[in-house]
């Protein structure tokens, strides 16, 4: 698609449907978002409100619901990536979301042609180092037997049942 979607109302017939899948999935968003803001906030010397944390994480759900957005969350690497380029405040998000904006606003066109299996080879691309932690089993198993036993549960688990 070119350019940002218009606004429109998210179809409330789909909520009865919905509501039990939905309930995991903004615990674990509110889990990682606070767990981030209290790791950070530690790390920084300030305080993070779980009340707060939760009010705008259900305001920025809201709005995005009207333009058919996934569920908010925060994202820890990118968060550790700009706290190590010296980001210390909510302007430096907006700062690095202005260029992905300028690509969908303004690149767009350019990549509209290009065949899915393009698209998709960028994406797995950046995704590398994602996929090379699966390495990472055979040092949980050479830790201990149990920590070995629950990766390998987890990730079977991800995989055969997501």
Request: hydrophobic share 50%.
């Given at each position: 698609?070119?350019?940002?979607p218009m606004p429109r109302l998210p179809h409330v017939t789909l909520v009865p449907h919905i509501v039990m899948d939905s309930?995991?999935?903004?615990?674990?968003?509110f889990v990682i978002s606070q767990g981030m803001g209290c790791m950070f906030a530690q790390?920084?010397?300030?305080?993070?409100?779980?009340?707060?944390?939760?009010?705008?994480?259900?305001?920025?759900?809201l709005v995005g619901s009207f333009f058919g957005c996934i569920t908010m969350c925060g994202a820890f690497s990118r968060s550790l990536?700009?706290?190590?380029c010296g980001g210390k405040s909510q302007f430096t998000?907006?700062?690095?979301?202005?260029?992905?904006?300028?690509?969908?606003?303004?690149?767009?066109?350019?990549f509209q042609p290009l065949p899915v299996a393009v698209l998709a080879a960028i994406i797995v691309s950046s995704l590398v180092g994602m996929f090379l932690k699966v390495m990472d089993v055979q040092k949980f198993w050479r830790r201990s037997y149990s920590d070995g036993v629950l990766w390998s549960v987890t990730f079977l688990g991800t995989v055969l049942l997501d």
């Amino acid at each position: 698609p070119i350019g940002l979607p218009m606004p429109r109302l998210p179809h409330v017939t789909l909520v009865p449907h919905i509501v039990m899948d939905s309930i995991p999935a903004a615990i674990v968003a509110f889990v990682i978002s606070q767990g981030m803001g209290c790791m950070f906030a530690q790390k920084n010397g300030y305080q993070v409100y779980p009340s707060q944390e939760l009010i705008a994480e259900g305001a920025s759900n809201l709005v995005g619901s009207f333009f058919g957005c996934i569920t908010m969350c925060g994202a820890f690497s990118r968060s550790l990536v700009q706290e190590a380029c010296g980001g210390k405040s909510q302007f430096t998000a907006l700062f690095s979301a202005l260029p992905l904006l300028a690509v969908f606003l303004y690149l767009g066109p350019y990549f509209q042609p290009l065949p899915v299996a393009v698209l998709a080879a960028i994406i797995v691309s950046s995704l590398v180092g994602m996929f090379l932690k699966v390495m990472d089993v055979q040092k949980f198993w050479r830790r201990s037997y149990s920590d070995g036993v629950l990766w390998s549960v987890t990730f079977l688990g991800t995989v055969l049942l997501d």
